[in-house]
């Protein structure tokens, strides 16, 4: 059977392997997931990702705060989408489903294709024509997906793969699909795990708002089973040019740098506010010139390169810390307040970005005297 194999095919060679790898979030956490024992599992061994301790970041916060980065780069397709396309793949996969479909600002199209790969299904992908960075469409096209860049924005995209997908029988797996965000759910119980307990606060990038919501949910479940004691206050950050959810209204034209969350009529717009308001967190909106100094001091001072969009987090956190925010929470007794950034994905996504930013000198003659005095050897 067809089926059968392709989950053999995954599974049995790691479980071969000498040492006990990680499983991928499905085995991790499996009964916390919409899965039974005849899902094939499609996997590409994603989550377990670094929750990297920010020194910099740490004293700009303020006086006993320790700022936690959860690196979701290191994802195998380089973003956290990989948590929900394993789950919604291997679905989709369980119910014979030949192909998927998405709209994407890049990252779900990068996470869709190799999943589908994989599950030796067809992908079909709408994206904003010249609006995605150039890494992922890469990853689209190399990874066999039928790409169509549309005259359009993602929101108009979006509503395209819905109607597409109400009248072919393919399985859309932007973050409506429900085992999406049952995947992505599961980057709030690493956290947990991680730091023993929830952090008090948790700050992510926001723009089709599937990933708070989902976060949200692993947090919530993680409290009603008793292995937190606490809740997070959630923080959400949208691009200033792209914030319908601190407007309070659809953005027609969204507009920012950070094209990932380029986004003007989120999907998940209710439970990004129900997760801001039941934890007694906000969104609120960073400029593109706050995202890019985010941006260039996460690579230039913590060693970590990640996507614009994902700097937005970050830049939420330097704008609250210097307004003062963190030192006038409430702590319970004398432990330091901890605060998770979410970094979304891996900077290698948008190389122009990072060229743009900083500037490259022109080409030298292989000269030592001309290269020790361009280099700063003098
Ligand atoms: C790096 O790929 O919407 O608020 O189509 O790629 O859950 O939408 C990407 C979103 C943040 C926002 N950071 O997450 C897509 C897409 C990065 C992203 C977001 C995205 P959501």
Not at 67 to 88: C, H, I, Q, W
Request: glycine share 8%; hydrophobic share 45%; charged share 20%.
């Amino acid at each position: 059977m067809k089926v059968r194999m392709v989950s053999d095919q995954l599974r049995t060679p790691n479980s071969r392997l000498r040492t006990s790898p990680w499983p991928g979030i499905i085995e991790a956490y499996r009964s916390h997931l919409p899965v039974s024992p005849v899902t094939p599992v499609v996997t590409l061994l994603e989550g377990n990702t670094p929750l990297i301790f920010s020194p910099t970041l740490s004293a700009q916060a303020g006086r006993r705060v320790e700022v936690y980065l959860k690196y979701e780069g290191t994802n195998p397709t380089g973003s956290f989408k990989d948590r929900g396309m394993t789950v919604a793949i291997s679905k989709a996969k369980e119910a014979k489903s030949m192909a998927v479909l998405c709209a994407s600002t890049g990252n779900t199209s990068a996470s869709a294709s190799a999943y589908a790969a994989r599950a030796g299904m067809r992908s079909l992908v709408l994206i904003p024509s010249g609006a995605i960075a150039l890494g992922k469409l890469s990853q689209a096209l190399i990874h066999g997906a039928r790409v169509a860049a549309v005259e359009a924005n993602f929101d108009a995209c979006l509503a395209l793969v819905k109607s597409l997908a109400q009248t072919f029988p393919i399985t859309l797996v932007n973050s409506i699909n429900p085992h999406r965000i049952e995947g992505q759910k599961t980057i709030a119980f690493e956290i947990c795990e991680t730091l023993g307990e929830a952090p008090d606060v948790n700050i992510t990038p926001v723009g089709n708002a599937g990933n708070i919501t989902a976060q949200w949910k692993g947090y919530r479940e993680y409290y009603r089973l008793g292995r937190i004691a606490r809740l997070p206050l959630m923080l959400g950050f949208q691009a200033e040019g792209a914030a319908p959810l601190v407007k309070g209204k659809i953005v027609a034209k969204p507009r920012t740098i950070a094209t990932a969350i380029r986004i003007g009529n989120p999907a998940s717009w209710q439970g990004a506010m129900a997760a801001a308001e039941e934890s007694r967190g906000f969104i609120r909106a960073v400029s593109d010139r706050e995202i890019l100094e985010a941006y260039r001091l996460l690579a230039a001072r913590e060693g970590v390169f990640v996507e614009p969009a994902s700097a937005a987090s970050v830049a939420g956190l330097l704008k609250l810390a210097k307004s003062g925010y963190f030192g006038a929470l409430k702590r319970t007794g004398s432990r330091p307040l901890t605060v998770v950034c979410i970094l979304t994905g891996h900077g290698l996504k948008d190389p122009e970005r990072a060229i743009k930013s900083i500037r490259l000198g022109k080409p030298l003659p292989p000269s030592l005297s001309v290269i020790s005095k361009a280099v700063g050897l003098k």
